[in-house]
């Protein structure tokens, strides 16, 4: 039978909740346990996907084509169990499942409420996130609420968890809250007061937490964690401080240390083998003994919000562990980039890169950096738009066609190289993806999809005969353009099995040390042991060429 650990936050969000999270769920996998974690987000947005990159970071893809919360990139990360749709939901979610329901009069004329169609509803999906009754069925599932504590809109989920801890056998329930323990520079003290209101509107709500854990910039004294003890009814050893890590990496043995773990598992009656927790230490000292420095410069307009390319960001961190190398990400915000600065701005770095993006702010700074680095032999990654700028700029420049863009962000463009599949689709019908501008939620090539390799390319030596990625975008290289993009020297190593769209592009060897652009975005699939195998190639690049 699944157990469940509800985990809520409280005083301010951006504690890392997520991070948290997920290390007691890899504390718990190296015990043996089948875990999985689900993310409920309480805002009415169906899902992410529409959701400005500013305000709520990065999407993240799941193999299963869902738009989820950033969040369940650090699930991947951590845990071997692989994320799927059902991994994430939202109010929105529940509400528009409700409402089918109501619609087919499946309430039988019941008045629907909060109490209990919602929360029930909220239960089964929580339920169906752990595969409850499935092949899939997980020993237990780590259940993140987002927000914090007090907020209106998260009041249902809080609800379903309590009462799961009702409805459920003895020991199938615990509750971690975390809570933030500031330290008042003026005072030169530790303030335990938030902590104590966030477990007190807790228990209003009905949730007397087993564990709490303590972000604070160090490590909270003894003498305050009896105090917190005394005053939020916790037991002193499951107050738990969580403080700043030099590495994400040492937050599963911080809480191990502390016997989170062990607490969890004797609330829930588990009784498993001990914790082993040598890959992490083996991957925290591996990035305390990188000594090399690789500079990435990486040409975006969501710079200034790193949690835009969370994913991204962490893939290089990790190749750079591959390669004994620490990673130093220099954002140039592409709307700073011109032909005529182009070389000023971006010399001095070892590599650049051009992200995934959407909207035509910034495009033609991302043309100038590809131009960079194709002219000067920079190593160069684009990722989906970066595979697309690059494209269009070697469609300008090297092919000679004027005005070249994709449709996207020039719908007059005398040469869309990059279009929409309806822009070019011939008579031939064999193209499946269809484009409707009305539903902007639903129009996406997502998920993962498999790509034969031509033999013989950059591509190939990295990825072998089959590349499966995963895909967030609408744009596709248009057919139209290939014969003439070939014969000017693009090379074209990766076209999808089912459509034969465009998936990898690069420059021949001879023309340039490395070079290539992905329609894809292979950072949803890198983990700190293995690292990808692109990243971890196009940072050995960068560090040849340093040398
Ligand atoms: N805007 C481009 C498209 O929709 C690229 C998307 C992306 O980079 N994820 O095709």
Known sequence: MTKYVFVTG?????LGKGVASASLAAILESRGLKVTLIKLDPYINIDPGTMSPFQHGEVFVTDDGAETDLDLGHYERFIDTKMKRTNNFTTGQIYQSVL???RRGDYLGKTVQVIPHITNEIQDFIKRGAGVGTPDEVDVAIVETGGTVGDIESLPFLEAVRQLGIKLPPKSCAYVHLTYVPWISAAKELKTKPTQHTVQKL???GIQPDALLCRADFRVPEEEIEKISLFTNVQKWGVISV???DVIYEVPRMLHEQGLDSLICDKLGLHVRPANLK???DLVA??????????IAMVGKYVDYSDSYKSLNEAL?????????MVDIHYVDSESIRSDNSAELLKGHDAILVPGGFGERGIEGKIAAVRYARESKTPYLGICLGMQVATIEFARHVVGLTGA???????????????LIDEWKDADGSIQIRTAASNLGGTMRKGAQSSDVKAGTLAHSIYGDLVTERHRHRYEANVDYLERLQAAGLVISALTQREKLTEIVELPKTVHPWFIGVQFHPEFKSTPWDGHPLFNAYIAAAMSDKA
């Open 10 to 14: 409280g005083v301010v969000s951006s």
């Open 100 to 102: 089918d329901k109501e």
């Open 203 to 205: 228990r209003e709500i």
């Open 243 to 245: 403080w700043n890590a």
């Open 279 to 281: 890959r992490w230490d």
């Open 286 to 295: 591996a990035k305390k003994a990188a000594t090399k420095t690789v500079r």
């Open 317 to 325: 961190v990790h190749a750079g562990l591959k390669n004994g190398a």
């Open 405 to 419: 863009n994709s449709a996207e962000f020039d719908a007059q463009t005398p040469h869309p190289v990059i279009a």
